[in-house]
C-alpha cells in the first residue's frame, strides 16, 4: 500500500522561496501522478499542481503557474514543490495525492477527474506580510 509523506512547510516572509516533498514508500511513485492540493482555514481543497506518471507532464493552477515548480525524483520515490515569490495568500496546509486511473503521461488537478487515493498528512505553509 502506496504511502505518502509530506515535509518542507515552515513560515517564511513574502517573496520567500520553500520546498516542499512528497516521499513515498510501500510502492513505486514513478508509477502514480501526484499533485499538490492545498487548503487555507475555511476554504475548499484547490489542487495547484501535477505530475503525470512517465512521461511526466506538469500543470499548474494559475494562482503559481510560472512562482511554482514540480518535479519528481524516481531514484528517491519522491516528488518535489519548489515554491518561490510566495505570497500572504499562498498559506495554506500543503498536501500531496497519488492517482493511478489516468493514463500515462496524464494528470489532474481537478479532483473530480481523478482518483487520488492516497493522501499524505500535510504540511502548514505560512507566508507573512
Known amino acids: 500500500q502506496l504511502q505518502l509523506v509530506e515535509s518542507g512547510g515552515d513560515l517564511v516572509q513574502s517573496g520567500g522561496s520553500l520546498r516542499l516533498s512528497c516521499a513515498g514508500s510501500?510502492?513505486?511513485?514513478?508509477?502514480?501522478?501526484i499533485g499538490w492540493f492545498r487548503q487555507a482555514p475555511g476554504k475548499e481543497r484547490e489542487g495547484i499542481s501535477c505530475?503525470?506518471?512517465?512521461?511526466?507532464?506538469?500543470k499548474y493552477a494559475d494562482s503559481v503557474k510560472g512562482r511554482f515548480t514540480i518535479s519528481r525524483d524516481n531514484a528517491k520515490n519522491t516528488v518535489f514543490l519548489q515554491m518561490n515569490s510566495l505570497k500572504p495568500e499562498d498559506t495554506a496546509v500543503y498536501y500531496c495525492?497519488?492517482?493511478?486511473?489516468?493514463?500515462?503521461?496524464?494528470?489532474?488537478?481537478?479532483?473530480?477527474?481523478?482518483?487520488?487515493?492516497?493522501w499524505g498528512q500535510g504540511t502548514q505553509v505560512t507566508v507573512s506580510s
Open positions: 495525492a497519488a492517482e493511478s486511473t489516468l493514463f500515462p503521461g496524464i494528470c489532474t488537478t481537478v479532483l473530480a477527474l481523478g482518483d487520488y487515493a492516497y
Open positions: 510501500g510502492s513505486t511513485l514513478g508509477d502514480y501522478s
Open positions: 505530475i503525470s506518471s512517465r512521461p511526466s507532464n506538469m
